[in-house]
């Protein structure tokens, strides 16, 4: 190896492989300071009815529980420091007393109350077996479950506004509720 006069050995070195270990060195020094933290732009969490988009909710919503202390049924909470919904029970009657409460614009009146969860009808339900119980298809308020001649329940979507009621209405528990995820 040949010195030159700087110290350095003289090696074949491509520009890209020097700038590669120059910048290299500068990201480790550097390091994850340089990311700013941003919050996550969805969760898999059910939100309060007029919650605004999800990424702009993430932004907005302060965790601070003023939404949870409004709301007359209590069923929000505070989960992973943001608003969070949980129909176990109690339905969302869709108040707006959480929007009202909420000061930080994460929940808008201009927004329509959808939460999101969607029933999943189990197999084993009654009313699937004959036509004796229709406790979901007469508690849903929007009249979104309905049964087809050959006692399958569906669940019309457009209607569907995620309240809860016929997981509440039905006593054998043979509905549970799916979050599907927000579009942005």
Not at 23 to 42: D, E, N, R, V, W
Not at 94 to 111: N, Y
Not at 156 to 170: A, E, H, N, T
Request: some cysteine.
């Amino acid at each position: 190896m040949n010195n030159s006069p700087g110290g350095m050995s003289n090696r074949n070195v491509s520009r890209r492989g020097l700038f590669r270990g120059l910048l290299a060195s500068g990201k480790q020094a550097i390091g994850p300071a340089a990311a700013p933290a941003t919050p996550p732009l969805q969760r898999p969490l059910p939100r309060p009815p007029q919650a605004v988009a999800e990424p702009q909710f993430m932004l907005l919503c302060s965790g601070c529980g003023k939404c949870t202390e409004a709301c007359p049924v209590g069923i929000l909470r505070i989960e992973q420091d943001k608003v969070a919904l949980s129909i176990e029970h109690a339905e969302c009657d869709f108040c707006g007393a959480c929007t009202r409460a909420c000061e930080s614009g994460a929940l808008d009146l201009c927004v329509s109350s959808d939460t999101g969860l969607r029933p999943i009808i189990l197999p084993q339900c009654l009313g699937r077996l004959d036509d004796l119980c229709r406790m979901c298809e007469i508690g849903c308020p929007r009249t979104a479950i309905f049964f087809n001649q050959q006692n399958q329940p569906t669940v019309d979507p457009q209607k569907c506004d995620g309240c809860g009621k016929c997981k509440l209405v039905c006593y054998h528990g043979d509905i549970s509720l799916s979050f599907k995820p927000y579009d942005s």
